[in-house]
């Protein structure tokens, strides 16, 4: 969460950081992971997602060792790595949830995998916090000892994705598909790249889909936010003190990720307690979160910060404690939109989930890719004008096609074409006529 600040703090004879260099590269590997979801949704298709997940693995391991010696020219390389890997890691992660899952237990399984995934902006911030304390600039052996720790965690990650059981041979209620000892779908059909781009925008003319698109890039509006931007004014308010605001990176990254995991316990024990509340109350409450986090930013970050060092004040006098509280706003809203996506797109579109979970990087990548484009020239004050409008309409959307599909538990065939799609369900094929 701290890269595009780290490498303002970098410079030596070979390589001088900039305070925007690194929106720049994060645009980059959002517009490659967008652009290769269609092979990546090909390798699933064809491989499983258990090893489509260790190559992912193995690109964010590629990508943190760029870190140890940075240049230009792997730093761009790495970013492109990632973004194979990461729309590859995606896909596969959303196809595994589902595949092992029912309706009974997908809220529950969600909440699991999103407190799990989330545990890494505790021990990464916390190790950076200390190493930065009191410093306004990372020192070589600094930056071996962080991203040499984070690549000794990344190949163990890869050594624990290896290890993954393989899914039961057992059939899933309602419309799952079946699944083989190796881990592949075989209700789901493999797929060419050209199939599986047109399986994914067949989705695109359905209203349902286009219903939670708006969710998509709110939930990649908002990441970006608060991994980046927000990490990275917190860095550049030097009203906060020197070497003060640099150390509050980490640990508002380590805010961020309590309020995650905090959220997915809660939203978890929601689910378990009280199973027909619906996802649309959770949501909400994420919203609300938000725009709570997205004033109290207003009032107390300077309007100029995500844009390079500033000593300007906002309309207050920019708060320690205010900062950090707004982070662990932003992650437990967050945990709350993410946890009812996966659990909506796992549930609505389980026979066949592979094209929705491409179609969800894609769009996602393309936004956050614009995103950090415009990170580079818009102040504060107008992308959080961009969060409160583009995060209402996704409430709004979201919310609608739950009720719908609560009341009629079916989203794409009108009643006549019930039969046909209930044949096509027992194939896997369903969204693929």
Known sequence: MADIFLWLLVHDQYFNGTSTMGYNLLAVLNGVGASSVWISQTVVSNIGPKKAMLIGGVCYFFF??????????????????????????????????????DKETIGRH???????????????????FYEMLSQDTIAEQTRYRVFGSLMVLAAAGVSVLSRLQHPLPKKLQGPRAAIQLDGNLTGGKSRTCLQSVASSFRLLRTRPIWMVVPTFVYIALEQTFYSSVYQSSLGYTKQFGSGVSESLVGLSGVCVGCGEILGSFVY???????????????VVSGYLLHMLAFALVYVNIPHDAPLGNTFSEAIIHPNYSLALLCSLLLGFGDSAFNIQLFSFLG???SSDSVPVFALFPFVWGLTCCGAFFYSTVLTLHYQLAILVVVGSLSVFTFSSIEWEFRRT?????????????????????LHEA
């Not at 995998?113 to 890494?120: K, N, R």
């Not at 009108?414 to 369900?425: F, G, Q, S, T």
């Open 64 to 101: 943190v060792s760029t870190f140890i010696r940075p240049l230009a020219v792997t730093l761009y390389g790495g970013a492109i790595t990632l973004g194979i890997g990461q729309a590859m890691l995606w896909i596969a992660e959303g196809t595994f949830l589902s595949m092992n899952s």
């Open 110 to 128: 969600s909440s699991i995998f999103w407190a799990l995934y989330q545990t890494s902006l505790l021990w990464g911030n916390l190790f950076f």
């Open 268 to 282: 978890g024990l929601v689910d378990k307690w009280f199973p027909r509340i619906g996802r649309d109350p959770v």
């Open 347 to 349: 549930d609505a579109y």
């Open 409 to 429: 538990r079916t989203l794409t065939a009108p009643p006549r074409d019930r039969p046909r799609r209930l044949a096509e369900e027992q194939q896997g094929l």
